[in-house]
């Protein structure tokens, strides 16, 4: 049984920044490498994202160390 003042995590939260650490780990690279081997459209659309771009693109790959901080950020304001 749990008292009225325990603490509850977030799931969606702690997903997402799960995602993101295996993005900053090298599971972006993973991705690239699927790339072009699998003949399959999604898979190639998905790896093209994760490719770092050159200074002219934007892609999702440039989110990551962002979306980490913004998380950051909210799991400190609902901790407090």
Do not use: C
Not at 11 to 33: H, K, N, W
Not at 60 to 73: E, K, N, P, T, V
Request: aromatic share 12%.
């Amino acid at each position: 049984m749990s008292s009225p003042n325990s603490t509850q995590r977030l799931a969606p939260i702690d997903a997402l920044r799960g995602f993101d650490m295996l993005m900053i780990a090298g599971g972006g690279s993973l991705i690239v490498s699927l790339g072009g081997k699998t003949e399959v459209a999604w898979v190639d659309a998905i790896a093209a994202q994760f490719k770092h771009p050159t200074w002219n693109e934007f892609a999702f790959y440039d989110f990551i160390i962002s979306l980490f901080m913004f998380m950051a950020g909210v799991a400190l304001s609902l901790s407090l």
